[in-house]
């Protein structure tokens, strides 16, 4: 077994550590700093800039309330590293007092690190592409079709199971997530690959040609690391930290918010839009119109927009809070004046309102149409991310002010070898590439089968306050 340890640790990159710590940076009291250093890397399911400019993130907030667990004056520093294979010898070289970076509990990594009480469960999943043969059995699996990120306990378990299917090969690049190697399978240039049940089921709402081929072994529990010599103090602090939220629902409440059921994507359906179009649409066209008449956007692109977003469904709600027919977050919704989500009228006016101030903030030489389409993908992903992908096109040669170039930047910021050299981090930019052009399409329909006709703005406004 301890051949099997030292086999992960050169893995890691921590042949400069012994098991019990002995060379580890010495540790700062945490109860005399009331500093709380967090390793963790950039991730949907650990931490990330969301579309309102705010680090989200399970990890990130579960962090942010062990502080607040620990007391007011407590607060937490994260230290972000660029893979996953990065976060255990950092944290074993005392640079952290703990790990939170949807750590799986495995056999080997128990030997290096000691865990909190869990407080997820996954299944890791083989992945495959619908449009193609679902693999038969492991034995069907080779190096050329398929891979994991090395270090990850995708690698692992492959690796016990291969006792039991000696014909099983796979292929373990460095460079890679699987938030990209899960895209690769997506866009074909990947027959399979590894992944845990929560991280498929969030990118199956972007790719929905992912299909689960088979569960690969048991489930496996997600929980925080500790060094083996760390503050024993933290660590039962941390244990009961778990315990509370287990036991008041904070735990439940986030883990659905980051991983609750949300319908899957689908591609266009051509007969039920026109279906709304007849039954839907016709009892929020004047509202449309009447943002349209304040703010000079089309009518019929705030339809395609809140089509896109909530199917003109003015109850709906996401797992992440975003409410309404155009789907605004609190924060968006109080900037826009908006005091109730829900409200139709409120909701589509306060999401024209944000669309037209976004698209103020692009640069003025940026012309229609792209700069509309711009604005949408930060409507989206946020207007922070979108800056980074332009920077990325400049670099890249290609036109930052062009939604053309811009599109073949945006699905680079969920690659570590891009979004590491950026300012704002990961983010799914598939996303709002496929939010545009889904709204283009919505708003190509609509203008056939829906004259402009705007109408003024003193007779739509009568009786408003």
Same mark, same amino acid.
């Given at each position: 077994?301890?051949?099997?340890? =030292? ?38 399911? @650990? ?11 399970? !990890? ?13 004056? =407590? ?28 750590? @799986?509990?495995?056999?080997?990594? !128990?030997?290096?690190?000691? *865990? ?13 592409? @619908? ?23 995708? /690698? ?37 690959? #590894?992944?845990?049940?929560?991280? #498929? ?24 690391? *500790? ?10 602090? /941390? ?16 883990? !659905? ?12 359906? #051509?007969?039920? =839009? ?12 004047? /509202? *449309? ?40 977050? !609190? ?16 909701? +589509? ?29 930060? =409507? ?58 889904? +709204? ?26």
């Amino acid at each position: 077994m301890r051949t099997g340890i =030292y086999v992960l640790m050169a893995l890691l990159g921590l042949t400069g550590c012994d098991l019990n710590g002995e060379n580890a940076t010495s540790m700062v009291d945490v109860r005399d700093s009331k500093v709380i250093r967090v390793v963790t890397h950039s991730g949907p399911n @650990t931490y990330y800039l969301n579309g309102d400019n705010e680090y989200a993130g399970l !990890e990130h907030d579960l962090a942010q309330q062990f502080a607040a667990f620990l007391g007011p004056e =407590y607060r937490v520093e994260f230290v972000l590293v660029n893979k996953i294979y990065e976060v255990l010898p950092t944290l074993m070289k005392g640079r952290a007092d703990l790990a939170a970076a949807d750590i @799986t509990v495995t056999h080997l990594r !128990e030997h290096l690190v000691k *865990f909190t009480v869990p407080y997820n469960t996954v299944q890791q999943q083989v992945v495959y592409n @619908t449009a193609q043969a679902k693999p038969k059995d492991l034995d069907t699996l080779s190096e050329d079709t398929l891979a994991v990120p090395a270090g990850t306990s995708f /690698a692992e378990r492959l690796g016990q199971l291969s006792h039991q299917h000696p014909k099983l090969r796979w292929n373990e690049p460095r460079n890679v997530s699987s938030d990209e190697l899960l895209e690769q399978v997506a866009d074909g240039s990947l027959a399979y690959t #590894v992944a845990d049940s929560h991280m #498929v089921a969030m990118v199956q709402n972007f790719y929905p040609n992912l299909g689960v081929a088979m569960p690969l072994g048991k489930p496996e529990q997600v929980a925080w690391a *500790f060094p083996k010599n760390s503050d024993e103090w933290l660590y039962r602090q /941390a244990n009961l930290f778990f315990a509370k939220i287990y036991k008041d629902g904070s735990l439940r409440r986030l883990l !659905e918010r980051y991983y609750g059921h949300s319908e899957r994507l689908h591609s266009v359906d #051509v007969s039920t =839009y026109l279906q709304r179009i007849r039954t839907l649409l016709p009892k929020h066209r004047a /509202a *449309f119109k009447r943002a349209e008449a304040v703010t000079g956007i089309d009518w019929r692109l705030l339809a395609a927009i809140s089509y896109q977003e909530s199917h003109w469904d003015r109850l709906n709600t996401s797992p992440t809070g975003v409410r309404g027919m155009m789907m605004l977050t !609190e924060d968006t919704a109080d900037r826009m004046g908006v005091t109730d989500r829900l409200d139709a009228e409120q909701s +589509i006016m306060g999401g024209a309102r944000y669309v037209q101030l976004l698209k103020d903030l692009l640069p003025e030489r940026i012309q229609e149409p792209d700069r509309t389409w711009l604005a949408l993908a930060a =409507y989206n992903i946020g207007y922070a991310h979108l800056e980074d992908a332009r920077v990325l096109a400049q670099r890249m040669q290609l036109n930052p002010d062009s939604w053309g170039d811009v599109k073949k930047t945006l699905p680079l910021l969920n690659k570590a070898e891009y979004y590491t050299t950026l300012k704002y981090g990961f983010a799914r930019g598939g996303a709002p590439v496929i939010f545009v052009d889904s +709204i283009r399409t919505y708003h190509k329909i609509l203008e056939k089968h829906e004259a402009r006709q705007p109408a003024s703005l003193p007779g739509l406004l009568v009786g408003m306050h």
